[in-house]
C-alpha cells in the first residue's frame, strides 16, 4: 500500500529498492499489551522472481527484550529514512515560499518470524556482511574471525520479516512549480546536497534538469 497523495508515490519500483539498500538502518517498532520497543538495526530486502521486495531479514541480540515481545506478537512496523533535508527559502527568488522539508520513506507492516537455526542465521548474518563489505579495499569476511564467530554467533537470533503492506512517501517536489523546483535544485546543489538532489531529479523525470 503506497502514500495517500498520489503525487508522492515513488517513480517506480526501483526507487524503494535504493531507499532500502542505500539506507539499511532501519526501526524496527512493535507493540505488545502495554508494552512496546523500537530497535535500530540494519535490514537486508528478500526478493520474489520478480526482484519486488517480499521481506525484509536482520538480526537481534539475543539479550534484547525486543526479542521477547516479538514472541508474543510478530507483528511489527520496520521504518526506512532516505534522503532528507531542509528546504530554506532564502533559495528561492519568491520570497513568499514557505520552508519546507523534502524526504523520501518507505514504512513496511510485517509479520516477523525470529530464526534460531544456525544455518539459516548464518545466511542471514553472511548476506548482510557481504553487503556491507562489497567494494571495499581488503573486504572483511566473517571467516575472518575464525572460532570466534561462531562463540558470538551464539549471542544474536535471525529474523525475516513478511511484507503485510507498505506505505512509500517521496516528497521531493512533486507538488512544486517549475520555477520554485528549479530553485529548491540550485540551493540543494550550492549547499553540497547532492544525493537529495539527485533524488529529486530521479522522482521529477519529466522536469527539465536546471
Not at 60 to 82: I, K
Not at 106 to 112: A, E, G, R
Amino acid at each position: 500500500m503506497s502514500a495517500n497523495d498520489p503525487k508522492f508515490v515513488p517513480s517506480s519500483e526501483g526507487e524503494v529498492m535504493r531507499l532500502v539498500i542505500e539506507n539499511p538502518l532501519a526501526w524496527v517498532v512493535s507493540f505488545a499489551e502495554r508494552d512496546y520497543c523500537a530497535t535500530p538495526l540494519p535490514l537486508r530486502p528478500v526478493l520474489d522472481a520478480g526482484q519486488r521486495i517480499t521481506g525484509l531479514q536482520g538480526h537481534f541480540a539475543r539479550s534484547n527484550r525486543h526479542v521477547e515481545l516479538l514472541r508474543r506478537d510478530p507483528r511489527a512496523v520496520l521504518l526506512f529514512m532516505g534522503p532528507h533535508g531542509y528546504v530554506s527559502p532564502s533559495w528561492m527568488t519568491d520570497r513568499t515560499q514557505a520552508p519546507t522539508w523534502n524526504y523520501a520513506t518507505v514504512q513496511f507492516l510485517v509479520d516477523i518470524e525470529l530464526i534460531d537455526e544456525a544455518a539459516e542465521l548464518d545466511a542471514v548474518v553472511r548476506d548482510l556482511i557481504g553487503a556491507m563489505e562489497a567494494g571495499r579495499p581488503r573486504a572483511w569476511s566473517a571467516d575472518d574471525m575464525g572460532a570466534r564467530y561462531r562463540s558470538l554467533s551464539r549471542g544474536i537470533i535471525g529474523f525475516r520479516a513478511r511484507i503485510v503492506s507498505r506505505r512509500a512517501k517521496f516528497k521531493l517536489g512533486q507538488d512544486e512549480r517549475e520555477d520554485v523546483y528549479a530553485d529548491i535544485v540550485g540551493g540543494l546543489e550550492a549547499n553540497g546536497m547532492d544525493e537529495l538532489r539527485e533524488w529529486m531529479r530521479r522522482s521529477n523525470p519529466s522536469r527539465r534538469a536546471p
